[in-house]
């Protein structure tokens, strides 16, 4: 059934940590009582404004609920950075779940994001439908995860914006071509004033914690346990892939297409790591997934 459309609410949950109580900021799209629902999730360093283009083009079909993680944007950051860690971070989504209250489920991830959904797909009881899972899999490129890793933890500040955005631009470009309009929007949405009105990123530095940590024999341990979380799914899966992307090789992206939920793949042309989801080819895309 087609909704009208409704503008976006700001909405925040608690959840919990071994180490006490955190808030989660969230987006919501839609009729708050539409039982249609579909949870966007965002990469490490991005936030839920990530979304803002899918959302007001879904939002007449579902209630879409979009969360900064723990550590970005509007929520807050844990006393323990150690938790920065998908184990936490799908802990916070079920908190988040149970909140909204979603009888009929979708999820979309991008990065960070899909692998926080294959973490809550894996679960047995778990409520997802479908599963959209953007540039991401259970085989994480080492040189992928070193370059994401040699920029997060950085301590930069910036005098004015534009400074600011040509940093967030430069990091960026994986992404693929974009208007002036849309590289602006980028990276307002992850920089922020300081109380000395210098130029920040949005999020907690030590997240890049978990990517310091990471070496060859504990990478061939994650990838083990990432198999084996996506070989549990079993809800319908469509896999999207910048053609271009060095964290999700084309062999990992056959190997999915052939175990666990079998997805079906949709690669997008001068796109490497990740499809942004605000051109309209790649919105179609998630579109008539959704809804086909």
């Known amino acids: 059934m087609i909704r009208k459309s409704a503008q976006v609410r700001m909405e925040s949950v608690q959840c919990f940590s071994p180490d006490g109580l ?90 960070m994001g899909g692998l926080i959904g294959m973490g809550l797909a894996s679960l047995p009881g778990n409520p997802i439908k479908k599963l959209i899972l953007n540039d991401i899999g259970p085989v994480l490129n080492l040189p992928a995860l070193s370059r994401i890793g040699s920029y997060i933890g950085q301590p930069m500040r910036f005098d004015t914006f534009e400074e600011g955005a040509n940093f967030i631009r430069s990091i960026s470009l994986s992404f693929g071509e974009h208007t002036p309009e849309q590289w602006h929007k980028f990276c307002k949405d992850v920089l922020r004033q300081d109380k000395d009105g210098l130029w920040i990123r949005h999020y907690d530095l030590k997240i890049a914690m978990s990517f310091q940590a990471i070496n060859p024999d504990l990478a061939q341990a994650m990838q083990v346990m990432m198999w084996a979380a996506y070989d549990a799914i079993t809800c319908p899966t469509l896999l999207l892939r910048g053609a271009d992307s060095d964290l999700l ?26 499809p942004t989801l605000v051109h309209q080819d790649q919105i179609d895309a998630v579109k008539n997934y959704l809804l086909g």
Not at 249 to 264: D, F, H, L, Y
Request: charged share 25%; net charge negative; proline share 5%.
């Open 22 to 111: 955190h808030n989660m900021a969230y987006k919501e799209w839609g009729e708050a009582d539409n039982s249609d629902v579909l949870l966007c999730v965002h990469g490490v360093t991005r936030v839920s404004d990530d979304f803002d283009d899918l959302a007001r083009e879904l939002s007449s079909h579902y209630r879409i609920i979009c969360p900064d993680v723990v550590g970005r944007g509007r929520s807050g950051w844990l006393r323990n950075p150690q938790h920065y860690q998908v184990p936490q971070y799908v802990s916070d989504m079920v908190t988040l779940l149970a909140r909204v209250n979603a009888p009929n489920l979708s999820f979309l991830g991008t990065s």
């Open 249 to 274: 090789s084309i062999e990992t992206a056959k190997e999915m297409m052939k175990r666990g939920p079998k997805p079906q793949m949709i690669e997008f042309e001068k796109v490497g790591h990740a």
